[in-house]
Every structure is written in C-alpha cells, then in structure tokens.
C-alpha cells in the first residue's frame, strides 16, 4: 500500500481557514481498501472532533467499518466536508452524528457530548483530534490573537471535551488525543502549535494516571507529516507542494494510515494494558522518543 501513496511535488495551493478537503490536489486518501475489520468496536459509540476531514474522516471510517456508530464535531464552514464523511459512516452500515460547532466553546462540547448520548445511546470512545495551525517566522509575528486561538483550541478543546465526556464514560472507555512529531521535535515556524502538540502529549500522561483507577483508558498518535488540510491552510503553497519529502519515505503519511492507530487505542482486544502511551508515526523517522 505504502507504494501507491502520491509522492511529492503536490501542485502548490493554498485555502484561507478553516479550508475544505475536497478541494485539495491530490485528495487525501481516507477510505483504507485494503483494511480488514475485525469487529473490534462492535457495539460501541465513539465521538470524534475534527471529524470531517483529515485524520478524523479516516478514523470515523475505520471506527465504523470496525462496528462503532460515530458523532463527529467540526466547525459549521467545513459542511461539505462532513456530509462526506457521514455518507462514508453510514456506507459502513453504521450510524453517523453530524455536531456543528467550535471546540474552544466549553458550552458547545457539552452539548456535543448530550446530543451523542442522546442520538447514539452512550458514549464509549472520545477522540480529540481538532486543531489549528497557522505557520509565522519569528515569534514576533504571532499575535496575542493567534496565541489565543492555537492554545484554546488545541488544548484548550481537549480538556473542554473531556471534562464533558467523563460523566458518561464508564469503565473499559478510551480517550485519544492527537499529538504531533512537532510536540517532541518542536517545528521553528509553527511555535505556539508545537507548544500545544507537547501539552497535548503531557495532559495524555496525566490524565492516564489519574483515571487509570476509573479503567478509563488515555493515549496519544503522534503523526509526522499528514497529507490533510490543514498543510494548505496555515503554510505557503511552495511549502505544501513539498509536504512530507523530507522524510525518509520521501512523502507524507496520508490519513488512511494513520486511522489504524486510532483503532489500536481504543481496542479492549488489542490495547487493554496500554495508557499514557504517545505513539509516533513518522515515515521512518526515528529521532523521535
């Protein structure tokens, strides 16, 4: 599979905030054919933030091939985007949650959470995954806005959501969170995101060991490079058109195959004795611990 992936150069492009996937060249590849479910989420309901596209749209695919009804949360501009992945859920036969809204409201990820509940019956599998990332050269050049924004979001959302979910996760539950290479590695031009990617991995670690008594499960995939669009929103479109060939698979990772990870995590049969966990995929990078 990995020698069918797009190679570098991508054709330049860029897309104001908070861009729209379809409209990408080439498209992120989401659908995964050659991944075989086994059942291992049958029955359970996940909620995933950043659902409608990226490594969300792969993982509420999977999640739902593997038998798990999903909610996904995005913000009310990518619309297109999440009808697309709720026809993919429900191409998989199974229920699908469309939850329009923004992550840094504390109010709204309540709501969020008691509309899954509502819909879906329960709440097994919380999957933070929302970001924002806007690249600048010096620090200076980072508004008191931008700070803001990149912290209440990345962060910021996390802990919103979680603290919204925790009354209806029950014992065998999961949290997964989504870090970054950047989180470990720093990035020069992506300061304040690299800074939420390393509280991400930190608030990962914590919150294992504080609900490691619950039987609450918590880790982190940390990706490299990811062909998605947040690349064409945040960086010029010089650098996007070389995304991910600084790696040694000269290419980026796209989201289909990153989302088995996601499946690992939240696995009773595969990961019951695995929290805390920050797991990396780089394309062959291993600098990273």
Not at 11 to 20: D, L, N, Y
Not at 59 to 71: F, K, M, N, S
Not at 83 to 92: L, S
Request: aromatic fraction near 6%; charged fraction near 20%.
């Amino acid at each position: 599979m990995a020698t069918k992936q797009p190679m570098p150069p991508f054709p330049a492009q860029t897309q104001p905030q908070p861009g729209i996937e379809s409209k990408m060249k080439p498209l992120p590849s989401y659908q995964a054919p050659e991944y075989r479910a086994a059942g291992k989420l049958k029955g359970k309901v996940a909620l995933i933030t950043g659902g409608d596209s990226g490594i969300g749209r792969a993982v509420a695919v999977l999640y739902a091939r593997e038998g798990a009804d999903v909610a996904i949360v995005y913000l009310a501009d990518e619309q297109t985007d999440a009808e697309e992945t709720r026809a993919a859920i429900e191409k998989e036969g199974k229920r699908a949650v469309l939850l329009a809204g923004d992550v840094c409201d504390p109010k709204f990820c309540r709501r969020a959470v008691a509309e899954t509940v509502r819909a879906l019956g329960k709440l097994d599998i919380l999957v933070n995954n929302a970001a924002y990332q806007q690249e600048q050269s010096s620090p200076e050049e980072i508004s008191d806005e931008q700070w803001e924004k990149t912290f209440r979001t990345n962060i910021g959302g996390y802990f919103f959501m979680v603290k919204a979910a925790l009354p209806h996760l029950g014992q065998g539950a999961t949290i997964i969170n989504t870090g970054s290479i950047t989180g470990l590695e720093g990035s020069k031009n992506l300061i304040d995101y690299s800074a939420t990617k390393g509280a991400i991995h930190a608030f990962t670690k914590a919150l294992a060991q504080n609900l490691v008594g619950r039987k609450i499960r918590v880790n982190c995939v940390a990706p490299g490079p990811i062909w998605t669009v947040l690349q064409p929103v945040s960086k010029p479109g010089e650098k996007v058109a070389k995304h991910g060939q600084d790696t040694p698979m000269k290419r980026p990772g796209q989201p289909e195959e990153v989302a088995p990870a996601f499946v690992f995590f939240a696995s009773e049969a595969d990961s019951s004795y695995i929290t805390g966990e920050v797991l990396t995929l780089l394309g062959g990078e291993t600098r990273a611990s």
